[in-house]
């Protein structure tokens, strides 16, 4: 089984900053990709980065040159940094990892941006 672990999440004001992580643990083998989703009130959840075990990159568009996927140092982990926050980008955040052909989900953390 595989455990994940968000943080980071919270209040701030449009043009600020957040960073959110995400530690998975439990029986890995090897992650093949690790990536942030996001779900506001009434909207579908969509994919917002990934971030693939040989290093390959994917955001939303909207996102792009404003957030930034990375692996932390520690094995299993990843970050999301998050700039330029905007009011849009409130939404509650989830991680997932995709261990072989088996996808695991957070719990979720609100992220909230006020004007």
């Known amino acids: 089984q595989v455990q994940l672990v968000e943080s980071g999440g919270g209040l701030v004001q449009a043009g600020e900053s957040l960073r959110l992580s995400c530690a998975a643990s439990?029986?890995?083998?090897?992650?093949?990709?690790m990536g942030w989703y996001r779900q506001a009130p009434g909207k579908q959840r969509e994919l917002v980065a990934h971030?693939?075990?040989?290093?390959?990159?994917y955001y939303l568009d909207s996102v792009k040159g404003r957030f930034t996927i990375s692996r932390g140092n520690a094995k299993n982990t990843a970050h999301l940094q998050m700039n330029s926050l905007k009011p849009e980008d409130t939404a509650v955040y989830y991680c997932?990892?995709?261990?072989?052909?088996?996808?695991?989900w957070g719990q979720g953390t609100q992220v909230t941006v006020s004007s």
């Open positions: 971030i693939t075990s040989d290093g390959s990159l």
């Open positions: 997932k990892v995709t261990v072989f052909t088996s996808d695991y």
């Open positions: 439990g029986s890995i083998f090897r992650v093949n990709v």
